[in-house]
């Protein structure tokens, strides 16, 4: 049995890869939880046969108990493997994850398949790995990515992601910070806070948890907060360009940014993954901003430039002038979680993100990228054409789409039910996406057209 | 005579602070991690002989080569994925699929583990630091003392630990269970005040002992009678050479009370390549009767993105019955290197436990102080060990050699030793 045919099997050639997995029973959409209640007294004459069911005597973490439903994306494949069977004879295309289909290019997997290769042979094999990551990716990275930003190798932190790294920032960070996100948001900077016990309770009239500071973004401020209105907060997440909404900030903006957290003392972490997808000028990296290394953190990824979701290589930059209250530098204490709490990136897997960042790599990868980038005018053409209001797309692979007074769930349930396209609800990342549906531009070319084909069908 | 002030212009740079604290947790921290703490001390030696030839006997890292068909199977994996057929984007959080039912029939073929109670994860490290983000900063928490030092670090990290104690070497809130050669390294279990969270790691790390079966089946039910939840590390349990359990859940009741969490990197040479997992059995509840695999689902789905497919392709390999064999081999050259380094330390007169069902010798030099007999060791003989207070106060006069290494290189420390200490 071939091991490609083991890993995963696919539904439609535009799905990389079928999300299988099973979870204990339980409804991830209640609050309250079945809680198994076995054992307890009962004045009846009848002997019965019943299972005293043990429990042990922890507590559940308080925090956990705080999260509203699962994590968003594992819902939305739950939905999407829900509609499966319902129409056997639909192809389902999903346009909803944000995950990359097309394949990695020859020069990176080469390099990863020669470093496996390696590790069988007594002079290739290595063992333990520097923590922060090998030191010619370091250095790439710094190369490509931050080339006379004043940024050194030393300040890179290899990980197996950024998903990974914003918890990892969140340990660092401990359960006494207080964030702000954009309002919507990618929603592990949310779940990861109320994780670490940063936040209050779940609000269901606004949909926000408490201790929280949501930075509204939508089209009246042109997707940047009106940071005139932002209450301070430790950490500041920010995503540029973003997800969900695509948009991409400028120099101005985030020049705006840094001032105010300068002015409020606070830590921004801004998340660069979309970087690459830029079409225009606008910066690539806050330590584009004159100031940001002192106040700012960035994480970056290879997903969604080389693929390598499934892979899995990212990167945290922590400036030697990022310090705390009481002068004590951060990349110290980020060093110390990276030490203790992690244990380097795959060796295997780095050696194919150093082949990404050769002239070669580097060439390829805007190749993939700028395929994606096609995806997306098509997507944002055909919702254009058809009269609606749509954001983002030019700068991201996400395009972002109004649909006013609508629930973005059932407008998901809609797009769902009559075209069979898996998207996202923009109320998944947060009150501020109501309204809004999320639609990712990644796939196959042919399942990108049947796609919008069947957009114009729906909505015209 | 009138004072002047004297104007002094100074170039002064000014740093800008951020007004975000610190986290305290971190600050009581003593010192920086232990392995890395090593590390430091071996390039000063470097430094000071650069001629000399270093062996490593400190970092339990793995140095043999990984078996053909493990790493064909890596290399073709990353292969397939520049093809339209062979590429994979995001896969389940949880693990492959394949990978998890091979993990759970392979290695839990007569425990009844299902694939479903089986989390891929990049190693224990990680997965450690994610089952205290799970548990959150309100548990409590005992460890063996000596023991593996992230479970005390994360447990300080993520805030359960209390403050640290000059006197006693000791975090607060955290109950140490004393392991040597008194208590046959088991803990008694009489003495040992009730926790939420007993972290258990055997065959053990550093002290090399395997608990037994019978030790085993008093640990769960003292789990059992408190309600407490025991975290049982197996990483080292294909290195059990005589009817030791492998798994806690050879223990009749332990899915009720337990989590395994266990590792390729010293069964498959994996400590670069990076592959793990934890068991959390479906019967595992908290207080209320809320099923923890659940919590740590959210946990693994929010916090982490899956193993590279890459790695579980090799891990999957590994327990191919090829694989296995072939993997088993290596473990059984880092078995015999253990072997002669006991049979030295022994006939050298010195007091020596461990590596028999493990890959570490644990050395007793009673009345020494462990960094004193590290560093005399790294001086004389230029081999470096680990110092058995990093492991805690309990390894005080203990030092732990691993036994990894190529034999050459076994042989010549052995050589050394007996130079040394005869």
């Not at chain 1, 790294?165 to 969140?170: A, G, H, K």
């Not at chain 1, 009559?418 to 796939?443: D, L, M, N, Y």
């Not at chain 2, 009138?2 to 600050?27: D, G």
Request: proline content about 5%; aromatic content about 10%.
């Amino acid at each position: 049995m071939s091991l490609t045919q083991n890993i995963s099997t696919s539904i439609s050639s535009s799905s990389s890869s079928f999300l299988a997995y099973s979870v204990f029973p339980y409804r991830n959409r209640d609050v309250s939880l079945p809680s198994k209640n076995f054992g307890t007294c009962r004045c009846v004459a009848i002997p019965q046969e019943e299972k005293t069911t043990y429990k042990t005597n922890v507590s559940r973490n308080a925090n956990m108990a705080k999260l509203q439903a699962g994590y968003l994306f594992p819902e939305i494949a739950r939905r999407r493997n829900a509609h499966l069977p319902k129409y056997p004879d639909s192809k389902v295309i999903s346009l909803g994850i944000g995950d990359t289909t097309e394949p990695i290019p020859e020069v990176i997997t080469s390099a990863m398949s020669k470093r496996s290769q390696a590790l069988s042979t007594l002079q290739g094999y290595s063992g333990y790995g520097a923590e922060q990551g090998e030191k010619p990716l370091r250095a790439a990275i710094v190369s490509t990515f931050y080339g006379g930003l004043g940024i050194d190798e030393d300040d890179i932190f290899v990980s197996d992601g950024a998903k990974c790294d914003i918890s990892r920032l969140q340990v660092l960070f401990g359960s006494e910070a207080t964030i702000a996100v954009q309002d919507p948001s990618y929603p592990a900077y949310v779940d990861s806070s109320v994780i670490m016990g940063q936040t209050g309770l779940y609000q269901k009239d606004a949909e926000k948890y408490g201790n929280i500071e949501y930075m509204r973004c939508n089209p009246e401020n042109g997707f940047f907060p009106d940071l005139s209105k932002v209450c301070r907060a430790d950490i500041i997440f920010f995503c540029s360009p973003n997800n969900p909404t695509g948009s991409a900030a400028t120099r101005e903006q985030l020049t705006q940014l840094v001032q105010f957290a300068k002015d409020n003392g606070s830590i921004i972490v801004y998340d660069s993954a979309y970087a690459m997808y830029i079409s225009d000028d606008k910066p690539r990296s806050i330590f584009e901003i004159p100031g940001a290394k002192e106040v700012a953190l960035e994480t970056a990824s290879f997903s969604k430039y080389a693929g390598f979701t499934g892979v899995r290589l990212g990167w945290t930059v922590v400036p030697k002038e990022l310090l705390f209250l009481d002068g004590f530098p951060v990349a110290k204490d980020f060093n110390r979680i990276v030490c203790t709490c992690f244990n380097g990136a795959s060796n295997v897997v780095q050696a194919g993100g150093l082949a990404c960042l050769s002239p070669e790599g580097r060439n390829a990868m805007q190749k993939v990228v700028g395929f994606y980038k096609e995806n997306a005018d098509i997507i944002m053409d055909t919702f254009n054409s058809l009269g609606f209001n749509v954001y983002g797309g030019r700068n991201a692979p996400y395009v972002w789409v109004h649909f006013p007074g609508r629930s973005s769930w059932d407008v998901f349930s809609e797009i769902l039910e009559k075209t069979h396209v898996v998207t996202t609800p923009g109320s998944g990342f947060g009150p501020g996406g109501e309204g809004f549906i999320r639609v990712s531009a990644f796939g196959h070319r042919d399942n990108v057209l049947e796609a919008c084909r069947r957009f114009k069908q729906l909505y015209k | 005579m009138i004072p002047q002030a004297r104007l002094e212009i100074q170039k002064e740079r000014v740093v800008c602070h951020t007004r975000v604290q610190r986290n305290v947790n971190l600050e009581k921290l003593q010192n920086g991690y232990l392995f890395p703490e090593i590390s430091m001390h071996e390039l000063q030696h470097i430094r000071k002989y650069p001629d000399a030839k270093l062996i490593n006997l400190g970092i339990g890292d793995t140095t043999e080569p990984i078996p053909d068909i493990v790493a064909v199977s890596m290399a073709e994996y990353a292969h397939a994925l520049s093809t339209v057929e062979g590429y994979r984007g995001y896969g389940a959080e949880q693990g492959n699929k394949a990978l998890r039912k091979a993990i759970a029939e392979t290695l839990y073929k007569d425990v009844q583990v299902k694939d479903s109670e089986v989390f891929v994860s990049d190693g224990s490290q990680c997965d450690i630091t994610r089952l205290q983000l799970l548990l959150g900063s309100n548990v409590t928490m005992a460890v063996q003392d000596p023991s593996f030092p992230a479970y005390i670090d994360t447990s300080v990290i993520i805030g359960q630990a209390g403050d640290f104690e000059e006197k006693s070497g000791k975090f607060g809130n955290i109950e140490y269970m004393n392991c040597g050669p008194q208590n046959n390294f088991f803990p008694d279990l009489a003495k040992t005040r009730r926790t939420d969270i007993i972290f258990f790691c055997s065959p053990n790390n550093p002290t090399g002992q395997a608990a037994t079966r019978q030790q085993l089946e008093e640990l769960v039910k003292f789990a059992k009678e408190n309600g407490s939840i025991i975290i049982f590390d197996s990483a080292y349990a294909v290195y059990v050479t005589d009817d030791s359990p492998r798994s806690i859940f050879e223990i009749p009741g332990a899915k009720e009370v337990a989590i395994e969490v266990s590792s390729f990197s010293k069964f498959a040479g994996f400590t670069g390549v990076r592959l793990g997992w934890t068991v959390v059995p479906e019967e595992l509840c908290f207080s209320n009767g809320f099923p923890v695999i659940n919590d740590f689902n959210r946990i693994v789905c929010t916090c982490f993105n899956g193993a590279s497919n890459i790695s579980q392709a090799g891990g999957l390999a590994c327990l191919s019955s090829e694989g296995f064999m072939a993997v088993c081999s290596v473990v059984n050259y880092y078995k015999e290197n253990a072997k002669i380094l006991l049979e030295t330390l022994a006939s050298l007169g010195l007091k020596v436990y461990g590596g028999e069902n493990a890959p570490y010798v644990w050395v007793h030099f009673p009345g020494s102080k462990s960094w004193d007999v590290f560093d005399y060791i790294l001086e004389k003989t230029h081999i470096i060990t680990v110092p058995g207070s990093g492991f805690g106060p309990g390894g005080e006069e203990f030092l732990r050699m691993s036994t990894f290494g190529h034999r050459e290189t076994i042989l010549e420390a052995s050589k050394r030793l007996k130079n040394l200490f005869s």
